[in-house]
């Protein structure tokens, strides 16, 4: 997290309010105890999610090997002082609004395998941001609550002929392309192009959560863009396409 506010030419924050987490999955759980410790912040989940994170945490500490005679006193010391567990934890309810600070969070329920996901739609002076990673497909109840979004991050995480001849084994295949997986490329841009599913009001619109092996973000923006282009005239996209990358940070964004 250092890196990329640095990347961004930013200073590290001084204060962070909270964590929000969407589901268990390591690749969005597993650095948020040592994000609590930097920071003295709460985490807001699920009490499902924050079951499973427990779960997790206290099997990764029993299968933890010990200290070996050649480690050195640092690496020791790290692995001694890494956080076994969530320190402060606020738990939330998909449907059920929060506040933090001036920000107003509503968590809504997202169709993945995990215990209970969620993504999040924030609104403050007026300005609304809606993020839905890891889903396996667009619910009507997620087509609504991106809606009239100002800045809209969605997952647009594989090309579906480059996840078939791939290199992941056939039954993790199955659970990406299922309906608690995750969106190709194809279910975003059929919902971009479609006017009565996607307002496309957004001023700035994320493609989020690119597979690496099997799929590229040359691949992900030209199929973005030809689904815009075949909006209704009625209804046209007017803001800015941006591609997310794993390794570089994006932003800041204006709204």
């Known amino acids: 997290m250092q890196r990329r506010f640095e990347a961004l030419g930013r200073a590290r924050p001084d204060r962070i309010d909270a964590i929000l987490i969407s589901h268990e999955h390591s690749d969005h759980s597993s650095g948020v105890p040592l994000m609590q410790r930097e920071w003295d912040c709460p985490a807001y989940l699920t009490e499902l999610t924050h079951r499973e994170i427990v779960k997790m945490l206290e099997e990764a500490a029993a299968a933890a090997p ?3 005679s050649g480690e050195n006193a640092e690496a020791e010391s790290r692995r001694r002082r890494a956080p076994k567990k969530l320190e402060r934890v606020e738990h939330i309810r998909a449907g059920e609004k929060f506040q933090i600070g001036d920000i107003e969070i509503t968590p809504f329920s997202i169709p993945h395998d995990a215990a209970d996901p969620v993504g999040f739609a924030f609104r403050a002076n007026g300005t609304k941001v809606a993020i839905v990673t890891d889903l396996g497909y667009l619910t009507e109840l997620v087509k609504y609550h991106v809606r009239e979004a100002d800045l809209l991050l969605i ?3 594989h090309d579906l002929d480059m996840l078939k001849l791939g290199p992941y084994p056939w039954y993790i295949k199955q659970r990406v392309m299922s309906r608690t997986g995750h969106l190709s490329n194809m279910v975003v841009g059929e919902f971009f192009a479609d ?3 996607f307002d496309g009001l957004a001023r700035h619109l994320i493609l989020g959560h690119l597979s690496e092996q099997n799929n ?5 923006q030209i199929c973005a863009e030809q689904s815009l282009a075949a909006r209704s005239s009625e209804f046209p996209f007017r803001g800015t ?3 997310a990358n794993q390794r570089v940070p994006l932003g800041p964004f204006e709204l």
């Open 241 to 243: 396409l941006h591609i």
């Open 155 to 157: 997952e647009s995480n």
């Open 66 to 68: 010990p200290s070996q």
């Open 216 to 220: 590229t973000p040359d691949i992900a």
């Open 195 to 197: 006017s009565d599913m």
